[in-house]
């Protein structure tokens, strides 16, 4: 099992484009959850998906959106960058919605320039 | 509000003395709480969680209700314990999300 795989692992953006972050859970898992952490700072949560439903959404404005495929893959989409959204981007998978302890991937590093 | 708190960026010890890095959270319902870690070049990886009572790595954590606090304890630490140690908390209720704390850099000095 090759676990939470995530593309693609950097990415160099410019203030008022748009990007596309996927993941892929560890085969079996249905949950799939999106945190961002910027640098210095704990992982801060955006959106759980499980069963291709939006279960839960952090505190992010609507330039911020994502979905989960029939896979279970997800996709996080980022409309309208700011500088401020440089971060490491983290996907994390479990097998259901329930606080068993996530699957983290590896991340995405986004810099906004 | 609910929050984590992790009063200590850096904690340095040495190799064999006790580590204790602490977490305290705000939450008025009854969470859950999780320790992860994360080694160099590695990914964020779950190490315990209060509900399994487990210890893993030598580290144990005790959640205690009454100062709202999941301490994470090691007696003898080792210089492969050096990494960034976050506190997660995850509400019995809504949505599942988790509440990190900011990280606690321990080093482990030989």
């Known amino acids: 099992d090759a676990g939470v795989t995530q593309s693609p692992t950097h990415l160099i953006k410019t203030r008022g484009q748009h990007v596309t972050l996927r993941c892929s859970p560890i085969s079996g898992h249905k949950s799939v959850s999106w945190y961002q952490q910027v640098l210095g700072q704990g992982p801060q949560f955006i959106f759980q998906y499980y069963e291709k439903e939006e279960r839960g959404r952090g505190n992010f404005p609507d330039r911020f959106s994502a979905r989960q495929f029939p896979n279970y893959s997800s996709e996080l989409n980022v409309n309208a960058l700011l500088l401020g959204d440089s971060a490491l981007y983290l996907c994390?998978?479990?097998?259901?919605?329930?606080?068993?302890?996530?699957?983290f991937g590896s991340g995405t590093r986004l810099t906004v320039v | 509000a609910q929050r984590v708190t992790q009063p200590e960026k850096l904690l340095s010890v040495f190799k064999g003395a006790p580590v204790e890095l602490k977490c305290n959270y705000s939450y008025s319902g009854s969470p859950e709480l999780f320790w992860y870690v994360q080694y160099s070049r590695q990914r964020l990886q779950l190490l315990l969680r209060h509900i399994s009572r487990e210890s893993i790595k030598g580290f144990t954590a005790d959640l205690n209700k009454g100062e709202t606090s999941f301490h994470l304890k090691k007696p003898f630490a080792q210089e492969e314990d050096s990494a960034m140690y976050y506190c997660?908390?995850?509400?019995?209720?809504?949505?599942?999300?988790?509440?990190f704390g900011t990280g606690t850099r321990l080093k482990v000095l030989a």
């Open positions: 997660a908390l995850s509400p019995t209720s809504g949505t599942y999300k988790y509440i």
């Open positions: 994390a998978s479990s097998l259901a919605v329930d606080r068993a302890g996530y699957t």
